[in-house]
């Protein structure tokens, strides 16, 4: 059974051959590129945490011994922000839409778009030929004098492939940035745009600043192995913290990069649930730029007890203080916009509104973190690795999942079935809490990251931690099914079936090649939602 | 210069699909060359805080360990380079006037410049190498020098030789465009192209500018 | 320990503030958590499709509601971030008479020496009540030493002296872990602190062999690693003299002028060129691999020892 048999041509049909896939310069079919790429990747992430929590099921396990728990956690880090999260929503939902978005044909560069996609791959090959030959165990963190001088893993050559991905991020980033200032559709003024684009923008400042260092240090520290010229080695006369500033300079902004597209997604799957418009567009559209700016300023808070002066701690935590407020003033818009709105519970809406709490709770325990007291206790601890989950997993997971969920009609041309997607968002949302929570728990008593062994008070929590585990997969699995399913032999979606405003709405499912056959000329507000007919009021 | 000499211009396409005019096209190849121009500020930066770290704590040692650095050929190049870009903003200008002899010529003398700026830096390598301070490869000095000399070294290679590897693209570039620009893709409607190839060169200029005073003139005052 | 625990034991001073923020701050994360969840789900029922609430739009005045929850949020982190910085800073204030123990990590064990002279691995003892300073450093890699018990964390690294402080309060024994991973047996590197009544900490410290104290130890490598050909009272070379120079203000031959503190005699040990004295030249030796960190400690606990005007015997 083919796709979309009976809709007319469509950037899905336009060449079936493999080489109008890998040679294309659609925006749409590299999102799907992207797609079943960090896909893949998510997999092999998710497989390396199958085995640490199955293994952190008691306290001296022995299913995997030291060094390949070491090795597991490092991939697990490694390929779940490098290769999944930082490409996730805006490699796969922003290349889609983002042009749609704003009325026009395709991003600014089209060519370098599927550079992009090249240089993601390539640059995966070597970080997964480092797995394969044997991994490499310093974790994603790659802290010197560990990694520079003692680590016997392929560290250069996981280093080599997060240095080529770092170019993918890159270019996707500037792609961006130059496709939302150029391209805008005529009346597409800043402030008629999705909110979507503002946290794509913001998120695509991040990319092309921060990454760079990135490249720089890791650089660095292969130079180091290699030829041990003592840029980070004490004895030489090197600083092992410089590392860690270089490092968290990018990393910090990193995170922001892996939870602004998910806040962006939140805007348009809540306001069209609600069938409202968003409250407060400018102060949600300023934050994101204003998490983005603050969010370069705040990288010392990870080095608390790392050595540094307690004048630098003391500026650091306060600053991570005020990149709270942002996100906080998104939230209390978000609930906002449900007041007086005309709320369904569609799949897309339990995902993103399970995306609000989660995420709250995540970034509440951020206080924590940017408390010097309280990060003197837990850091390093489960605590914050709870912390990050709520935000990269029940945050960001869900809001990627939950906007393939609602943009899938109009990728795919199909629906989906609305029964399974709400089982899956169900179970992810108990799956994850019943994963993280016991976390929090567990941190605060004193259980430190990357350990395999325990002591045994604190087993309880570990088990309950892997049992939510198993019912998080589940959650995972699900959508792979029935979403596959649904590509082939789904109901035809239609051009809206959802009733959305937003341009990409108004074009048939799935979208001719270029979007659009004449260009859209726009004359209303983002999010210009008429409340429904209410009976009897 | 007979006109018939030239290649004629081929009738390509101006506008890609995705623009909806020329000027679109162009103002967003221009702004695509300014936010990479903010990456590599950014790649470079990195290097640059490394660099004031050591610079700052090890202050009097780095000072001794660059004497070996050679005044004369630093200064050279940065005359070299300084002048190149003049000459790519003299080939912008004929670009504008779409005079396709004077732009090749001009391009051509600033890659050209670049070539000797690479040659002169070879010969500073080669001079640094003789003495022993190439770290990693061959860092047996043969003049005294304090213990924190090779991370100076370090820095310098990595610096110098990044900045080197830009230079050395940007020649590439460079002579790609003259090959354009000599199959006809010279008119003063071309010349966007000619202009964001001129802003990378200038920016690695800028570059140099910077460290030329951290790597050649340091401790000249003292 | 037990079997089962859902809080960390309190056994410092500091547990009991540390404790006392963290738990204001899950109340105020509870209350704006449930907040939050139940506006929504108060919204998602009253304002489901097709229920018959009023939706009759407020007028677009949203800039006090703006306003206030972007202000509120503000205060109240300013508010917790003096709370926190402030016990912070105490943590890197310690009292002058806190009682020293010197650290040293390395891949995989830790080891603790007492000024008196016990030498533990793994293990610490320790007296309640009564103020103790960690001075630590590593041998290798970054490690952590982290006692959750006393809500304590920092990082130990090569080549430099960090210190941490603490007044255990409670009696017992508690985990100590090693927070900064450090390669294969991260995980196992840790050990206990066992926190004793003074009068019991008294009675261990004198029993079993009596060892020498950290500086009588530190006075025997003085002597046989070589130091005391250049610096003793008798040598033939021009070398510093080393009574009183703990503490005191050193003037180098860069120009700089740097106190002569632990980092100082430990830098001076291994990479002696790294700084030259005025008035010396550049011809100390570098004891680099030999002498391990924990013996480096001795050393300049000896030297710490050496009041101005002492000779410093051959």
Not at chain 1, 290 to 315: K, R
Not at chain 1, 350 to 357: A, D, H, I, P, T
Not at chain 1, 447 to 476: C, D, K, T
Not at chain 3, 255 to 281: E, K, L, W
Request: glycine residues 8%; proline residues 6%.
């Amino acid at each position: 059974m083919s796709v979309a048999t009976s809709a007319p041509r469509n950037y899905l049909t336009e060449g079936t051959s493999i080489r109008s896939w890998l040679l294309t310069t659609d925006h749409k079919r590299i999102a799907l590129l992207y797609l079943v790429t960090i896909t893949a990747f998510f997999v092999v992430g998710a497989i390396a945490m199958a085995l640490i929590r199955l293994e952190l099921m008691v306290p001296n396990g022995t299913m995997i011994n030291a060094e390949e728990y070491n090795k597991m956690f490092t991939m697990h880090g490694v390929v779940m922000v490098w290769f999944f999260l930082i490409p996730s929503i805006p490699t796969v939902l922003g290349n889609f839409l983002v042009p749609m978005m704003i009325g026009a044909r395709d991003v600014a560069f089209p060519r370098l778009n599927l550079a992009s996609w090249y240089v993601f791959v390539t640059g995966s090959l070597f970080t997964m030929a480092a797995m394969v030959l044997g991994g490499v165990d310093t974790g994603w963190t790659f802290y010197t004098p560990y990694s520079s001088l003692f680590s016997n893993g392929h560290v250069i050559l996981t280093i080599v492939g997060v240095f080529i991905v770092g170019f993918a991020s890159i270019f996707t980033g500037l792609n961006f940035i130059v496709t939302v200032h150029k391209l805008r559709a005529p009346g597409m003024t800043w402030f008629r745009l999705p909110l979507f684009i503002w946290a794509t923008y913001a998120t695509s400042l991040i990319l092309v600043l921060a990454t760079p260092v990135l490249a720089i240090t890791l650089a660095a520290v292969a130079l180091e192995r290699l030829f041990h010229v003592g840029i980070f080695d004490p004895a030489l006369g090197g600083d092992p913290l410089l590392f860690q500033h270089l490092f968290w300079f990018y990393s910090h902004p990193a995170v922001y990069i892996m939870i602004l597209p998910g806040m962006g997604v939140v805007n348009e799957v809540i306001c069209c649930f609600a069938r409202k418009r968003i409250f407060g567009y400018e102060f949600v559209a300023f934050s994101s730029l204003a998490i983005a700016f603050l969010g370069f300023l705040v990288w010392g808070h990870h080095m608390f007890v790392a050595g540094q002066s307690i004048y630098s701690s003391m500026t650091f935590s306060i600053l991570s203080y005020m990149v709270a407020i942002p996100s906080a003033i998104k939230v209390f818009n978000w609930t906002a916009t449900l007041h007086k709105g005309s709320i369904s519970l569609e799949t897309p809406m339990l995902y993103l509104l399970g995306f609000v709490g989660l995420f709250t709770i995540g970034g509440m325990t951020g206080l924590f973190l940017a408390s010097l007291a309280i990060d003197t206790h837990v850091h390093d601890t489960y605590f914050v690795i709870a912390h990050f989950h709520y935000i990269m997993v029940g945050g960001m997971v869900s809001a990627y999942l939950g906007g393939i969920h609602f943009w899938w009609p109009k990728i795919s041309g199909r629906l989906y079935s609305e029964f399974w997607g709400r089982v899956a968002a169900g179970l992810l949302f108990l799956g994850f809490n019943l994963t993280f929570f016991p976390q929090f728990i567990v941190g605060y008593l004193g259980m430190p990251r990357r350990y395999h062994v325990y002591p045994p008070e604190f087993q309880v929590w570990n088990v309950l931690s892997s049992a939510g585990a198993s019912i998080l997969a589940v959650g995972y699995v699900l959508p792979l099914f029935y979403l596959g399913w649904s590509f082939f032999f789904g109901p035809e979606a239609g051009p809206n079936p959802w009733g959305a405003t937003g341009l990409e709405w108004r074009t048939p499912s799935p979208p001719p090649r270029d979007n659009f056959d004449e260009t859209p000329i726009v004359t209303e507000e983002a999010y210009a939602y008429a409340a429904p007919e209410v009976a009897g009021g | 210069m007979r006109h018939r000499r030239w290649p004629v211009a081929k009738s390509e396409p101006l506008l890609a699909h995705q623009f909806s005019d020329r000027t679109q096209q162009v103002e967003a190849d221009s702004l695509g060359m300014w936010v990479f121009i903010c990456t590599e500020v950014m790649f470079f930066g990195a290097l640059f805080t490394g660099y004031a770290l050591y610079r700052f704590t090890y202050d009097a040692e780095f000072r001794l360990a660059s004497h070996p650095v050679s005044f004369l050929l630093g200064s050279v190049n940065t005359g070299v380079l300084l002048t190149s870009s003049l000459f790519m903003a003299l080939a912008l200008h004929a670009a504008q006037r779409g005079d396709r002899r004077q732009l090749l010529g001009f391009l051509w003398v600033t890659a050209a410049l670049g070539v000797v700026f690479l040659a002169i830096k070879l010969k500073d390598y080669s001079d640094l190498w003789d003495h022993g301070l190439v770290p990693a490869l061959h860092f047996a000095p043969d003049l005294p020098m304090p213990p924190r000399a090779q991370l100076f070294y370090v820095f310098f290679f990595f610096m110098t030789g990044l900045h080197a590897l830009h230079v050395l693209i940007g020649v590439v570039v460079l002579l790609g465009l003259s090959w354009l620009a000599y199959r006809g893709r010279c008119s003063p409607a071309d010349h966007p192209t000619v202009e964001n190839v001129g802003l990378y060169w200038h920016f690695v200029d800028v570059v140099w500018v910077f460290l030329y005073p951290l790597f050649y003139l340091m401790g000249r005052s003292s | 320990m037990n079997e089962f625990e859902w809080v960390p034991p309190r056994a410092s001073v500091n547990a009991i503030q540390v404790d006392a923020l963290f738990y204001s701050m899950v109340g105020f994360t509870a209350l704006v958590c449930a907040g939050v969840a139940g506006a929504i789900v108060y919204f998602c029922l009253k304002y489901r499709l097709g229920s018959k609430a009023d939706r009759r739009q407020l007028g677009r005045r949203y800039l006090p509601w703006e306003f206030s929850w972007t202000a509120i949020p503000l205060i109240i982190a300013i508010g917790l971030f003096f709370w926190g910085a402030n016990l912070y800073f105490d943590m890197f204030r310690p009292p002058a008479d806190a009682q020293l123990i010197y650290v040293v990590g390395k891949q995989w064990m830790w080891k603790f020496e007492h000024p008196e002279g016990p030498r533990e691995i793994n293990d610490l003892h320790l007296p309640a009540g009564r103020a103790i300073e960690l001075v630590m450093t590593s041998q290798d890699v970054i490690h952590d030493v982290f006692i959750p018990a006393f809500r304590i964390h920092h990082d130990v690294l090569p080549g430099r002296y960090y210190t941490e402080w603490f007044t255990p309060t409670t009696p017992g024994r508690y985990h100590l872990f090693c927070s900064q991973f450090c390669g294969y047996a991260h995980a196992e590197m840790g050990g206990t602190v066992t926190v004793m009544p003074p009068a019991d900490y008294a009675h261990w410290l004198a029993r079993g062999n009596p060892q020498p104290s950290m500086a009588a130890r530190g006075f025997r490598l003085f002597v046989e690693v070589g130091c005391s050909g250049c610096h003793g009272e008798n040598a033939a070379v021009h070398a510093p003299k080393l009574a009183g120079l703990y503490g005191s203000v050193v003037h180098l031959s860069n120009g700089t002028t740097v106190i002569a503190d632990d980092r100082y005699i430990h830098d001076h040990i291994v990479m002696p060129g790294s700084q030259v004295v005025v008035g010396y030249r550049n011809l100390m030796p570098s004891f680099k691999g030999l002498v391990t960190e924990d013996e480096i400690l001795e050393l300049v606990a000896y030297i710490k020892s050496l009041e101005p005007g002492e000779r410093s015997a051959l």
